[in-house]
């Protein structure tokens, strides 16, 4: 087959273009070429800007066009308006976000989604959605990730846990072991991207781990493992997180406070998907990959986008000791 990719180059793009290549296909690269513009093997790439270059792609046809990088409806609009002639599917990298997490509930991919206000990142990501598939209808495949971790992250969000359990010491960890978690690895996500476009698949998926597949406290465990650091583990109590200003999800990654209102993110129904062919990889391979890439990324504790400073651990650290 012969795939394009709107975006492609930093973190889930590139990673569906791997697995496009190791499954045999032609992949194009559409972008403005500044992540990452050095040209890649087996891959094309054409710059432009898709707000205002999609002549560029004029005059040629796809077996299925990726967008990764879709988070305006008039972005949707006018990309679904220029390749509804080009292109037998449309594969639209949506969120899990799309619903509403505030409900506490099982999300599924028919749990209402948000709507208001429009330019939110949910509410926006929900009218794109709208818009590919009122014109691609069967030809349109739609895709909720949960939250993506892997080699390549720009985030943080999770690269977070191996970084800092493999600097040692004592590690402020959120509540308790049992703590649910749900994320998806970008290869698994990938994999399951191309198998979609493979079978022709026209299906809306809600995709990131089975629910209770995953806890904190195996992903703190299994960095321990992976890194060999002798890490402790000192789990601080939700009260005392909230009354610290500690924020669920940026400031301890993956964790979901019960009171923050989007517990549902981590309580995501994926049966859909699994049936599909969606597979969920060993969580120590997500961990040692994550882990080998930060490394060689240079990546320390202290200079990442997400999670606690060393200094701000040390006070929250000292006061949960002054507590007990």
Same mark, same amino acid.
């Given at each position: 087959?012969?795939?394009?990719?709107?975006?492609?180059?930093?973190?889930?793009?590139?990673?569906?273009?791997? !697995?496009?290549?190791?499954?045999?296909?032609?992949?194009?690269?559409?972008?403005r070429?500044?992540?990452d513009?050095?040209?890649?093997?087996?891959?094309?790439?054409?710059?432009?800007?898709?707000?205002?270059?999609?002549?560029?792609?004029?005059?040629?046809?796809w077996?299925?066009?990726?967008?990764?990088?879709?988070?305006?409806?008039?972005?949707?609009?006018?990309?679904s308006?220029?390749?509804?002639?080009?292109?037998?599917?449309?594969?639209?990298?949506?969120?899990?976000?799309?619903?509403?997490?505030?409900? /506490?509930?099982?999300?599924?991919?028919?749990?209402p989604?948000?709507? /208001?206000?429009?330019?939110?990142?949910?509410?926006?990501?929900?009218?794109?959605?709208?818009?590919?598939?009122?014109?691609?209808?069967?030809?349109?495949?739609?895709?909720?990730?949960?939250?993506?971790?892997?080699?390549?992250?720009?985030?943080?969000?999770?690269?977070?846990?191996?970084?800092?359990?493999?600097?040692?010491?004592?590690?402020?960890?959120?509540?308790?072991p049992?703590?649910?978690?749900?994320?998806?690895?970008?290869?698994?996500?990938?994999?399951?991207?191309?198998?979609?476009?493979?079978?022709?698949?026209?299906?809306?998926?809600?995709?990131?781990?089975?629910?209770?597949?995953?806890?904190?406290?195996?992903?703190?465990?299994?960095?321990?493992?992976?890194?060999?650091?002798?890490?402790?583990?000192?789990?601080?109590?939700?009260?005392?997180?909230?009354?610290?200003?500690?924020?669920?999800?940026?400031?301890?990654?993956?964790?979901?406070?019960?009171?923050?209102?989007?517990?549902?993110?981590?309580?995501?129904?994926?049966?859909? !998907?699994?049936?599909?062919?969606?597979?969920?990889?060993p969580?120590?391979?997500?961990v040692?990959?994550?882990?080998?890439?930060?490394?060689?990324s240079?990546?320390?504790?202290?200079?990442?986008?997400?999670?606690?400073?060393?200094?701000?651990e040390? /006070?929250l650290?000292?006061?949960?000791?002054?507590?007990?």
């Open positions: 087959m012969n795939v394009l990719i709107l975006g492609g180059t930093r973190f889930l793009g590139r990673h569906i273009a791997d !697995a496009l290549i190791e499954h045999g296909h032609t992949v194009t690269l559409f972008n070429g500044v992540s513009p050095v040209a890649r093997e087996r891959i094309g790439q054409i710059h432009g800007d898709r707000e205002r270059d999609l002549s560029l792609l004029a005059g040629r046809m077996d299925a066009v990726v967008d990764t990088c879709c988070y305006r409806p008039q972005t949707a609009q006018r990309s308006r220029f390749f509804d002639d080009c292109t037998a599917r449309y594969v639209f990298v949506s969120t899990i976000s799309v619903h509403d997490l505030s409900a /506490e509930a099982i999300i599924t991919e028919e749990t989604q948000m709507r /208001e206000p429009r330019e939110e990142y949910g509410p926006a990501k929900a009218l794109c959605e709208t818009i590919v598939r009122s014109t691609f209808r069967h030809r349109a495949t739609i895709v909720r990730p949960g939250l993506i971790v892997g080699p390549y992250d720009p985030t943080d969000r999770f690269t977070y846990w191996p970084v800092r359990v493999d600097a040692g010491g004592d590690v402020l960890a959120p509540v308790a049992s703590e649910p978690a749900q994320f998806i690895d970008v290869r698994d996500l990938s994999q399951f991207i191309v198998h979609t476009i493979e079978m022709h698949d026209g299906g809306t998926y809600n995709v990131t781990s089975p629910r209770g597949h995953f806890t904190i406290g195996e992903v703190l465990e299994t960095c321990a493992r992976v890194s060999g650091s002798g890490a402790r583990f000192v789990w601080a109590d939700e009260q005392f997180l909230k009354d610290n200003d500690v924020s669920p999800w940026m400031d301890l990654p993956l964790w979901v406070g019960a009171n923050s209102g989007a517990r549902s993110i981590v309580n995501a129904d994926v049966r859909r !998907a699994l049936t599909a062919g969606l597979t969920i990889r969580l120590h391979q997500t040692r990959d994550t882990l080998a890439w930060a490394r060689a240079g990546k320390r504790w202290g200079d990442l986008k997400a999670g606690l400073s060393p200094k701000r040390g /006070e650290l000292q006061r949960l000791t002054m507590r007990a």
